[in-house]
């Protein structure tokens, strides 16, 4: 049996004066940007589309604009993983070897050496079991996106992967929510006279799996983030329709009203998942529904 080693005890206040930013890469967070006194983070607490997560590099200290939650590195650690302050601390002592079930967000080959290195067809039973956990059929998937690996210190991992104007993938599996660079939207064309608004892949795939007939001749936009909106509206003008499917929260509600305002070939689609925050949302509780009428 392999001997434990004895590490140097680390106390609560050393803990909180470690680098929150190297704590978070090696949990496999990386910031969307830099500026001179704070980088901005996707959350790692909760989903979202929009970097709110805020660490301030003169003051070492973090706070999550969407849940109004903040403190230091050991706070972080100990609401990340749910976890005690003991545990909390003993993963700040032994490079996170207590938790390497956390998978770092994927990137093409970067500066922190992760590598892009095989793109194919979704068969890995992790994905197919994550799929169906959003209620997504593989044969919905399979059309629309890949199963893609990644190589970061000699380990490998893997991620269902949407890919995005830029030829970079937006990538999920059921423990992140990232994307490789470079980020950008998504853009399928059809050359159809309409085009589909969306917020997510899970918005996307959700779509076609409740309204298949709402794709047929669209063109179709998955933002993959709401900060990509000002570089949409202008191919606007090419279409005789824009369906909005923005998602029924605030953000969703605020953008929705503008380009309403704005655009006058825009239409309100999120009535048709009118009651739920997203399309996933609905698809989930409709099977959900269903199975149990089953029963």
Known sequence: MKEKMNLPRLTCERARSICILEIL??????PS???EKEAWYLSPLRSETQASFKVSLKLNRWYDHGIGTGGNGLDLIVVMKSCSVKQALEFLSNEGDLFSFQQPI???RTASGIEVFEVKPIQHPGLVQYLGSRRISISIAEHYCKEV???LKG??????GLQNYEEGWELRNKYFKGSSSPKSYTYLKTHSDRLILLEGMFDFLSLAELFPGELKNSDIVVLNSLAFLQQITPHFKNYKEVHLYLDND???NKNRKKLLLDYKNTKDRSYIFRGYKDLNEK???TRRTRKELKK
């Open 33 to 35: 940007r830099i500026a």
């Open 149 to 151: 690996w990644y190589r």
């Open 250 to 252: 605030k953000p969703g």
């Open 283 to 285: 698809l989930i509780s």
């Open 155 to 160: 380990k490998q991992y893997f991620a269902l």
């Open 25 to 30: 890469a090696k949990l496999g967070h990386f």
């Open 106 to 108: 994927l990137k093409k």
